[in-house]
């Protein structure tokens, strides 16, 4: 099974900053998928913060993620990234990123069950 291995959560302040790598193992070529992010806090159901598409060329945020995340990716390096601005902590969650297969160009779904490959998580901590 191909895997994806998210690094950089950490524990921070509230308006602090932190960005996330999610590195695919090289069964993977990543420049075919659909890279996403999601999100789960304790209780709560895992939720979407922010994808990118294959082309690269759309990214989609969550409501609370607009104006403060961005989403970028690196397919030599066969890596996402999530870059997290002005931290609250409402963001913290365990972040996961997944990856979709041959989806359209432009594609970036929100429904979880579209994603097949998912990393173990990384707890980002943000204290007030």
């Known amino acids: 099974q191909a895997q994806l291995v998210e690094s950089g959560g950490a524990s921070v302040q509230a308006g602090g900053s932190l960005r996330l790598s999610c590195v695919a193992d090289?069964?993977?070529?990543?420049?075919?998928?659909?890279l996403t992010w999601f999100r789960q806090a304790p209780g709560n159901e895992r939720e979407f913060v922010a994808g990118?598409?294959?082309?690269?060329?759309?990214?989609v945020f969550s409501a609370s993620a607009k104006g403060r995340f961005t989403v970028s990716r690196d397919d030599a390096k066969n890596t996402a990234y999530l870059q997290m601005n002005s931290l609250k902590p409402e963001d913290t969650a365990v972040y996961f990123c997944?990856?979709?297969?041959?989806?359209?160009?432009?594609?970036?779904?929100?429904?979880?069950?579209?994603?097949?490959?998912w990393g173990q998580g990384t707890q980002v901590t943000v204290s007030s």
């Open positions: 090289s069964k993977l070529t990543l420049s075919y998928y659909t």
């Open positions: 997944a990856a979709a297969y041959k989806l359209g160009s432009a594609a970036v779904p929100s429904d979880q069950d579209r994603y097949y490959y």
């Open positions: 990118i598409s294959r082309s690269g060329e759309r990214t």
